[in-house]
């Protein structure tokens, strides 16, 4: 059974960090892409980031660029997303995800003064 389960949201002042976790299992996690996801209050999903499975590269969303980082641990099957200079807008439910079938459960970051 395919699992995914995030960790490390929780509330910031703006211009603060976290780094989210997302613990896998059930499938081999080095053989594929990962992805973040975030979806805002009264808001639909927003893609955030991708990380290869062969060569590492990583994508990002034109609003995060420059600020997160995305990150993978093949040997602890474990997925990251540093996230820096954190804004208000940033707030939402924090996915990450194997593809549109395979989401965990989610992981709140609320930044706030």
């Known amino acids: 059974e395919v699992q995914l389960v995030e960790s490390g949201g929780g509330m910031v002042q703006p211009g603060g960090s976290l780094r989210l976790s997302c613990a896998t299992s059930g499938f081999t996690f080095s053989s594929y892409d990962m992805n973040w996801v975030r979806q805002a209050p009264g808001k639909g999903p927003e893609w955030v980031s991708r990380?290869?499975?062969?060569?590492?590269?990583?994508y990002y969303a034109d609003s995060v660029k420059g600020r997160f980082t995305i990150s993978r641990d093949n040997a602890k099957n474990t997925l990251y997303l540093q996230m820096n200079s954190l804004k208000p807008e940033d707030t939402a439910l924090y996915y990450c995800a194997r593809s549109v079938s395979y989401w965990g459960q989610g992981t709140q970051v609320t930044v706030s003064s």
């Open positions: 990380i290869k499975n062969g060569d590492g590269s990583t």
